[in-house]
């Protein structure tokens, strides 16, 4: 069943003496063991061994879910800063307690459900203690599972305030967030007042992109994801595409593919999330998976009741990867009925010239190969003529007919190595 943990253990970093320690597992266990009877509910208590173990290998409480659960969270909290107050008072160093809080699956006693790990893992997190580090000095250090801070605490069910929290990236690839309460240091206050506004970190990121920067623009990416206050709005939408982008062209697929999984979860209307890791997996030769993310998007981008620019284009990518994927499971006809789709559905994308251009190139067809480019390179501007090489001609010397795309190239004054992409991101040709 679903439900709540709450997890209290000693800051390792701070231990502080045995006897403070064991007056306070004492406290804790006595909160604790209240907590989990209010009501009647009988509810499991992990809290074995010694009131001492207890405090420094960490207490648990699992509650059930529900608003009736929720409520009993402000007095556990009350009354476990006013044993952390006991046990530190007048008697020299004292100890430092962190404290986690979860959602997830709660199991019955003996097996550790999800809600447990989850606190482990927080009370384990290397940023999460960094972070605490940077907060004024503090004797309790309260941190928030995603789940628990946008469920309970932006509900309104804790006697906190969400600006109190401040987010905490951990891990790498996906995003995911924990917060710290921090009172009076939320996201924009713990940043400092110097600091951008995540869209306009979000803004700087994509010139970098664009310019092949891509280190510094998943420095700026992150930095904008962590003063969103989560990953369910429009603006995280693009600055996690971004994000997947960058490590992408960096040569980290797996970071990639973690990154839009992430956002696809937060957000599963988002077509251009399907189109990546459909793409993606195309690329890794995973064709039928790279046919659900796609056949997927293009009916979230078609079901949209107001068509645009953007969705045209968006439309006209998944329909040229649908193609690819049709050819590689050798439904020509089925490839052919979809680049065509895709030529209507953005006819001022050169994109389905492309990809019959490379088509008559693998036929050793240079005239019609000559023609398709030229077509194509009439339509591309010279400001996006690099981003044209970038996107399409990359790696070309390694495909099947890449040597008549390159002839055609230079016979155009182009050169299709100057590219910001890196060598070991190889892109295979678009049909």
Not at 342 to 359: C, G, Q
Not at 381 to 396: N, P, Q, W, Y
Request: charged share 25%.
């Amino acid at each position: 069943m679903d439900g709540v943990c709450v997890t209290a253990e000693v800051d390792g970093r701070a231990p502080g003496p045995a006897a403070v320690r064991a007056r306070l597992g004492t406290a804790l266990a006595a909160a604790f063991g209240a907590a989990s009877r209010f009501g009647g509910r009988p509810v499991h208590e992990a809290a074995t061994g010694p009131a001492d173990g207890a405090a420094a290998h960490g207490v648990h409480l699992l509650l059930p879910g529900g608003a009736d659960s929720a409520a009993v969270l402000p007095r556990l909290l009350r009354e476990v800063r006013a044993a952390l107050d006991e046990a530190n008072r007048g008697r020299g160093p004292g100890v430092r307690l962190r404290l986690a809080l979860a959602r997830g699956l709660v199991l019955p006693p003996g097996i550790a459900g999800h809600a447990v790990a989850e606190c482990l893992r927080l009370l384990d997190s290397e940023a999460v203690g960094a972070a605490a580090d940077g907060v004024p000095a503090t004797d309790l250090t309260v941190v928030a599972s995603d789940s628990f801070f946008q469920n309970v605490v932006v509900g309104g069910l804790l006697e906190h305030r969400p600006e109190d929290y401040r987010p905490v990236r951990l891990g790498r690839g996906a995003p995911s967030v924990a917060w710290l309460h921090a009172p009076g240091r939320g996201a924009a206050a713990a940043l400092g007042p110097s600091r951008p506004p995540a869209r306009e970190l979000a803004a700087r990121a994509g010139l970098l992109l664009g310019r092949g920067e891509y280190r510094q623009a998943i420095l700026d990416l992150e930095e904008a994801l962590r003063l969103l206050p989560g990953a369910d709005g429009p603006d995280a939408e693009e600055s996690l595409l971004r994000l997947g982008d960058c490590h992408r062209r960096l040569g980290d697929v797996e970071a990639a593919a973690q990154t839009w999984t992430f956002l696809l979860a937060r957000r599963p209307l988002c077509a251009a999330a399907c189109q990546r890791l459909g793409r993606l997996e195309l690329e890794r030769r995973r064709t039928h998976r790279a046919l659900v993310y796609l056949t997927e998007g293009l009916r979230l981008v078609r079901a949209r009741p107001e068509p645009s620019a953007k969705a045209a284009r968006l439309t006209c990518a998944l329909l040229l990867d649908l193609s690819c994927v049709r050819s590689a499971l050798g439904d020509l006809a089925v490839a052919d009925a979809f680049l065509n789709e895709a030529a209507e559905a953005d006819p001022r994308s050169v994109l389905p010239l492309v990809s019959l251009a490379f088509r008559a190139a693998r036929r050793r067809d240079l005239q019609t190969a000559r023609r398709l480019l030229g077509t194509a390179l009439i339509r591309v501007s010279g400001e996006d003529r690099k981003d044209f090489l970038r996107e399409v001609c990359t790696g070309a010397a390694s495909w099947e007919g890449g040597d008549v795309i390159i002839k055609v190239l230079q016979e155009n004054g182009l050169d299709p190595t100057a590219s910001p992409w890196t060598t070991h991101a190889p892109r295979p040709p678009p049909a």
